[in-house]
Structure formats: structure tokens, C-alpha cells
């Protein structure tokens, strides 16, 4: 691992866990981790939860030199590495529809967004983009709006924007005012864009697949 890269993790959510793979999972995390998981109504909610916290943790362990860690929320509700002296980077989650992703950086802010494209109507586009956004979406395919609202999404979580809410931010000021930010976007399947965005000097964002196997082998 290149530790001057943005890394990008990327999980598919699957089917169900089996019993046994469930267990093997929810016994490596804390059990204030497993009671907040156990809460979520639907299983995709339940596993998104189980699986999105074993791969902070599967991410960070390298990091880490084999010592605890533990995973906070600042004032904000963002979560960070509890103080460590292995580690001075930044990492975001984000999931939807199939996908559940990891952005981290060993330096510097980091957030990231990824949205399953599903129909949307007039007045959501309204709301969530600025008056600018509007209009550059308006008659564009239905993938512009999600590439600008993961951007806003991706701006929005990596903390550096605390007193405003991601329909607030206007991306074109934003991409004209703020040359510290870089940002990316992909797309995982035809269905699922990603933004990452960081503040770091990093170039180049490194793309990993996992499998849910993969996250049991650290």
C-alpha cells in the first residue's frame, strides 16, 4: 500500500449473512457496536452497519501495529480514531444501494459519498442543489444531479464545512475558491457514482475491491 495514495475500499453488500459468517463478524467488534447494529429494522440496514464497521477496522488495523484502537464521534457526529499515536490520518464511510465505501488518507481530510441513481422529482433537485446546480441539472440525464449531489455529499463529510448542510454548498464557488480541496469521481457500477474529496497533497486514489471473506484474514 502506497501510504501517499487516497485509498478507496469498496464492498459489495451481497446477499444475507449466513448465521455462522454473522458471528464471526459481530464478535470482532465492541459490544456497544453490536447492540447499535442489532436496532436497525430491515437486515440490509443490520449488515450495511456490521459490514461498514468491520471494514474501518479491517482498514485501519495496519495502521495500528497491532494495538487498540477505538472508533469516536466528534461534535459533529463524524467518526475519527479515538487519540493514537500510530495515527494522525482521516477516514469517511458511506453506503448505498449495493455498495458500501471506505475513503482514508494518512494525512490531511477525507470524505466520500456514493448514492444508488433512483428516480427523483423537480422539487428534491430543488432542494438539494444550489440555484447554479439547478440548472445544470435540470435537462441532463438523471446521473448529473447524483454525480452533483455525491460531490456536495463528499465536500459536506470531510468535516471542513461544519456550520453548513450539503444542500447549502454551492460546488461551482466551492471548485473557483477552494484550490486546498481535489476531488474524484467514479463510478462503481453503471447504478452507483462516487465522490471522494480530500485536502491532502495526495495525486492519485488507489481503488480495492473486497469480498466480505477478505475482511476476516487480518
Avoid at 487516497?6 to 453488500?13: E, R, V
Avoid at 480514531?81 to 477516514?91: E, L
Avoid at 471548485?175 to 474524484?184: N, V
Wanted: aromatic fraction near 10%.
Amino acid at each position: 500500500m502506497n501510504t501517499n495514495d487516497i485509498q478507496l475500499f469498496a464492498l459489495p453488500l451481497g446477499g444475507p449473512l449466513t448465521t455462522a459468517e454473522w458471528n464471526a463478524f459481530n464478535k470482532m467488534l465492541p459490544s456497544q457496536v453490536q447492540k447499535n447494529i442489532c436496532q436497525y429494522k430491515q437486515w440490509q440496514d443490520r449488515q450495511r452497519a456490521l459490514l461498514g464497521n468491520m471494514l474501518i477496522r479491517w482498514a485501519l488495523l495496519p495502521f495500528m501495529h497491532k494495538t487498540i484502537f477505538h472508533i469516536t464521534q466528534d461534535i459533529h457526529g463524524r467518526p475519527n480514531v479515538a487519540s493514537h499515536q500510530h495515527w494522525d490520518g482521516d477516514f469517511n464511510l458511506s453506503h448505498s444501494g449495493e455498495w458500501i465505501v471506505l475513503a482514508l488518507t494518512t494525512n490531511g481530510r477525507v470524505g466520500i459519498d456514493v448514492e444508488e441513481i433512483k428516480p427523483v422529482n423537480k422539487d428534491i433537485m430543488h432542494y438539494a442543489l444550489s440555484k447554479q446546480e439547478f440548472h445544470m441539472a435540470l435537462h441532463q440525464p438523471l446521473h448529473v444531479f447524483y454525480e452533483l449531489w455525491t460531490l456536495k455529499e463528499a465536500l459536506f463529510k470531510t468535516g471542513l464545512f461544519p456550520n453548513l448542510s450539503p444542500h447549502l454548498l454551492d460546488t461551482t464557488d466551492i471548485k473557483r475558491t477552494r484550490a486546498d480541496l481535489s476531488t474524484q469521481l467514479l463510478y462503481l457500477d453503471q447504478h452507483h457514482p462516487v465522490t471522494i474529496c480530500w485536502n491532502s497533497s495526495s495525486t492519485n486514489v488507489k481503488i480495492t475491491t473486497l469480498n466480505r471473506e477478505q475482511l476476516l484474514q487480518k
